[in-house]
Structures are given as structure tokens and as C-alpha cells.
T-cell receptor, first 110, second 118 residues
Framework: GQQVMQIPQYQHVQEGEDFTTYCNSS?????IQWYKQRPGGHPVFLIQ?????EVKKQKRLTFQFGEAKKNSSLHITATQTTDVGTYFC??????????FGAGTRLFVKA | GAVVSQHPSWVICKSGTSVKIECRSL??????MFWYRQFPKQSLMLMAT?????????EQGVEKDKFLINHASLTLSTLTVTSAHPEDSSFYIC??????????????FGDGTRLSIL
């Protein structure tokens, strides 16, 4: 069945350093979504990518969707302590069913 | 923005009890809702897709008779954990997709229900 792999599992950074998490699907995706979950909270939708090669930015966050629509990345420039949390990618291969990656837990040291 | 309310937020009960969790879309209609289970520090595991007016679609390995799902209206889906045992203790989260907009709609999550079975 469809699988979505996400790396790294966790990352510790110093405040101000950059951070990137990568997502790879076993099948071509119709779209990919990114969510952030704070400790004790629920996932919050960040963005959705639909087009091949698409790049979207939200302030310090840059999201990319691969040309083959099988991989994606989230890059955070100059991390802040408020960026702490787990970032999940979630892919759809068709329809509404969404498969989540394992998540990358980000720790930011002030 | 789209709001999903999930109730209760936490439950502690004895083994053998059945527990019902409600998921409501407050300001939009949701033909499709999802139920996930999340273990500590792990990803969301899709349990089932709840479709308004029809039977839920369960993922492989999820017991239909154990986790009863009812989606009786466009704004409410319920998950009942029947005869719960300690191994059912987990964080259960629902999400809903707006009925309008097609396949590119994002999921909006409830706050989750922390279930502890003693």
C-alpha cells in the first residue's frame, strides 16, 4: 500500500539555524499537505502543494513539491523557539484518504 | 476558519466500558471525516474514513466491531470504542474535510481525546 516516509525523525538546532524535513512517497501523489503539531496539541494545517515542482513560502517557511510529485520538503530559515513541534507531511494519492509521514520533531535551543 | 470540535477531551474509565467520542464540524459541512489514533511521539495512524449516510471504511487491521463509527449528519461523526481494554488507551483524533471544494481540501483536526483505560 501507499507509504510516506519522512526524515529525520528528530532534529535539535540552535535558535537561528536552519531546519529541513524531507518527505518521500512510494506512489505519485495528487497533493501533499504539511501540518504542525505542538506537544499536547492537535495537527494544524500549514499548507498544501498540488502542482509538480511547486514552491510556496510562508514567511520563514519554504515548501517544495518534487517534479515527480513523490517527494516534498519543508525548510525553515533562522529557526525560533516558537517553531518547536512536530512537522508532518501527509500525502494523497487520489480521493480524500491521506497518509501521514512519521513526523519530524524539531527542538530549538535558545 | 474551519473549526472542528471533539468531545470529550479526555476519558478515564474501567476496562470493559464502552466510550463514545464525538467529532463535530462547527462552521462547515463535512461529508467525510477521519478517525486517527496516535501513540506518544508517533505519527497519526488512520483508523477509518467516515462517510455521511453510509458505512465507514476501515483500514486494514482495525476491528470494525471494536471501533464503531456513525456519521449520521453532515456535521457529526462518532467513534465508539466498545468494551475498551488497557491496550485501547491512546490519543484519538478526528478530522473533517469540507463538503465543498473537491479533493484538494485540507483536513481540519479536532483537539483529540485522550483515552485511558484502567
Amino acid at each position: 500500500g501507499q507509504q510516506v516516509m519522512q526524515i529525520p525523525q528528530y532534529q535539535h538546532v540552535q535558535e537561528g539555524e536552519d531546519f529541513t524535513t524531507y518527505c518521500n512517497s512510494s506512489t505519485t501523489l495528487s497533493n501533499i499537505q504539511w501540518y504542525k503539531q505542538r506537544p499536547g496539541g492537535h495537527p494544524v494545517f500549514l499548507i498544501q502543494l498540488v502542482k509538480s515542482g511547486e514552491v510556496k513560502k510562508q514567511k520563514r517557511l519554504t515548501f517544495q513539491f518534487g517534479e515527480a510529485k513523490k517527494n516534498s520538503s519543508l525548510h525553515i530559515t533562522a529557526t525560533q523557539t516558537t517553531d518547536v513541534g512536530t512537522y508532518f507531511c501527509a500525502g494523497r494519492a487520489g480521493g480524500f484518504k491521506t497518509i501521514f509521514g512519521a513526523g519530524t520533531r524539531l527542538f530549538v535551543k535558545a | 476558519g474551519a473549526v472542528v470540535s471533539q468531545h470529550p477531551s479526555w476519558v478515564i474509565c474501567k476496562s470493559g466500558t464502552s466510550v463514545k467520542i464525538e467529532c463535530r464540524s462547527l462552521d462547515f459541512q463535512a461529508t467525510t471525516m477521519f478517525w486517527y489514533r496516535q501513540f506518544p511521539k508517533q505519527s497519526l495512524m488512520l483508523m477509518a474514513t467516515s462517510n455521511e449516510g453510509s458505512k465507514a471504511t476501515y483500514e486494514q487491521g482495525v476491528e470494525k466491531d471494536k471501533f464503531l463509527i456513525n456519521h449520521a449528519s453532515l456535521t457529526l461523526s462518532t467513534l465508539t470504542v466498545t468494551s475498551a481494554h488497557p491496550e485501547d488507551s491512546s490519543f484519538y483524533i478526528c478530522s473533517a474535510i469540507s463538503s465543498s471544494g473537491g479533493g484538494n481540501q485540507p483536513q481540519h483536526f479536532g483537539d483529540g481525546t485522550r483515552l485511558s483505560i484502567l
